[in-house]
């Protein structure tokens, strides 16, 4: 099928790696103009890889002024916007939460947690002017279950599975879907710098015996953005080869 996400302007944060270039290249086939925003320059690459209809940016998503920016961009280039997929974010350090310190909790957090507010903070009012859209936020198992020595990071995407839910109801009536992917470990550039024994501790819990695929949240992510998903608001679906039903 092609054309899934024709008309429909997208921005994907994160765009220069794993999931987001992923993303990227899967909504551009499917007729998507897409603003590629990441911090690292890599959106670039993908960005020319990904077609005529995707502008490339380099923005913080910590940043509220860059998170602004990001988003009026896809306006003043596309004339509005349909989708934003929330999928930036970072691993953090290693530590129990009894020793870890409050520097990399606020660092986590603010991009993690607070980065995926202020996309939905300045996303809302944009799409309400078009009369609805459609929010993806990538968030992981780690908001479901724990792993041990990574508070921060379990924290935050415990968090912003329910800032889902909570703009989901607020705004279900206002044409605004907003829903949450938990993926389980894939092969990015996140799980790939992880200590080796946390990808084994990953698959040995797993029916699937396999780690994901980028290509596989991405197929996800487009069914979330697209009108297939009309009556889905407020949920989140696990992408994680079964890791969380046992
Ligand atoms: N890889 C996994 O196993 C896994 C599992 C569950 C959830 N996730 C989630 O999937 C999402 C995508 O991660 P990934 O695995 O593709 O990782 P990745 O490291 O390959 O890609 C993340 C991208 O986000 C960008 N980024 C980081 N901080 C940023 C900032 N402040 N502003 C803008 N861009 C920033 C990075 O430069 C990078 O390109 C994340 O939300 C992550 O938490 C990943």
Do not use: H
Not at 56 to 79: H, K, N, T, W, Y
Not at 142 to 154: I, Q
Not at 217 to 245: K, Q, R, V, W
């Amino acid at each position: 099928m092609a054309n899934r996400l024709s008309d429909k302007v997208v921005v994907v944060t994160g765009a220069g790696s794993g999931m987001g270039a992923a993303m990227v290249e899967r909504f551009c086939a499917e007729g998507a103009k897409v603003i590629a925003a990441d911090i690292s320059g890599n959106q670039d690459e993908v960005a020319q890889r990904a077609g005529a209809d995707c502008i490339p940016c380099q923005f913080d998503i910590s940043s509220s002024e860059d998170v602004r920016r990001m988003l009026d961009l896809a306006v003043s280039r596309f004339g509005k916007l349909d989708v934003l997929c929330n999928n930036a974010a970072i691993g953090g350090a290693f530590g129990k939460t009894g020793e870890y310190t409050e520097e990399e909790f606020d660092r986590v957090w603010s991009i993690n947690g607070r980065g995926a507010f202020l996309g939905m903070r300045y996303a809302i009012p944009l799409m309400l002017e078009t009369g609805g859209g459609s929010i993806v936020n990538t968030v992981s198992i780690a908001s479901m279950v724990a792993f041990p020595t990574m508070p921060a990071y379990c924290a935050s995407k415990g968090a912003v599975l329910m800032l889902t839910k909570t703009a989901a109801t607020e705004y279900a009536e206002q044409g605004i879907r907003v829903n949450a992917i938990c993926p389980g470990t894939v092969e990015t550039g996140m799980s790939m710098g992880m200590p080796k024994e946390y990808i084994d501790m990953a698959l040995s819990g797993m029916p699937m015996s396999r780690i994901g695929q980028p290509s596989e949240i991405a197929n996800l992510a487009l069914f979330l953005a697209s009108d297939e998903s009309s009556f889905i608001t407020g949920t989140s679906i696990a992408a994680d080869g079964g890791y969380t039903a046992l």
